[in-house]
């Protein structure tokens, strides 16, 4: 089983529209959660922590559930500037090793 | 607003020779990291570094690879012999702490011939 497991996409929405995507995860002990957006061939930029009780930051929201061990983000009212990869990413251990999903590509379309 | 500064952004060299990558972390963080990415591929850990030591290494960071925080800037990712299949972009990474978020330099596109 891959340790980080995303839907790789993509997903094709109309701007304004809602997408809704989720990654699981392996490792039980895992900690630390987050969504990061990648541009084509450009660093990864954090998006969101993810925390346990589900968190908001504008039009994107997080949700984690540890007993099912998956990760949801949820963008609303899509925008042509949210076209990119999200990859979902797992803090593995006591000293930070972030594991990376593939990413799920996003594509919002006039 | 803060940011990790990556230099070269782009290298080409000869097989068999060392590359330098280097790295200025944000300046109150703490851990250090070194990350990975061949082209559409995921992004892969390599090296973890804190109180100038290596915490944590990847299977891929073998005995060709080294890391240093040579001065209280600097943050390098030497490799000594490269090969071909070393042809990836590299991203140096910072975090406050150990579960805090990590925030990426804008990579290095390594190009072995």
């Known amino acids: 089983r891959k340790e980080v497991e995303q839907d790789p996409g993509p997903f094709n929405v109309p701007e304004g529209a809602t997408v809704a995507f989720n990654c699981t995860y392996s490792?039980?002990?895992?900690?630390?959660f987050f969504w990061y957006r990648q541009d084509c061939r450009k660093e990864p930029k954090l998006l969101m922590s993810v925390y346990s009780s589900g968190n908001e930051d504008g039009r994107f929201t997080a949700q984690l559930n540890r007993a099912s061990q998956y990760i949801s983000l949820l963008i609303r009212d899509s925008k042509l500037s949210d076209s990119a990869t999200y990859l979902c990413?797992?803090?593995?251990?006591?000293?930070?090793?972030?594991?990376f999903g593939a990413g799920t590509q996003v594509v919002v379309t006039p | 607003e803060p940011e990790v500064t990556q230099t070269p952004s782009h290298q080409v060299t000869q097989m068999g020779q060392e590359v330098i990558l280097r790295c200025v972390p944000i300046?109150?963080?703490?851990?250090f990291y070194w990350y990975r990415q061949i082209l559409g591929q995921k992004v892969e850990f390599l090296v973890s570094f804190y109180n100038n030591e290596i915490s944590e290494k990847s299977e891929i960071f073998d005995d060709q690879f080294s890391v240093e925080r040579p001065d209280g800037s600097n943050f390098t990712l030497k490799i000594r012999s490269t090969k071909l299949e070393d042809s990836a972009m590299y991203f140096c990474a910072s975090s406050v702490d150990r579960d805090t978020e990590a925030f990426f330099g804008q990579g290095t596109r390594l190009t072995v011939v």
């Open positions: 490792n039980s002990a895992s900690q630390s």
């Open positions: 300046s109150n963080h703490l851990y």
């Open positions: 990413v797992v803090n593995a251990d006591s000293w930070g090793k972030l594991q």
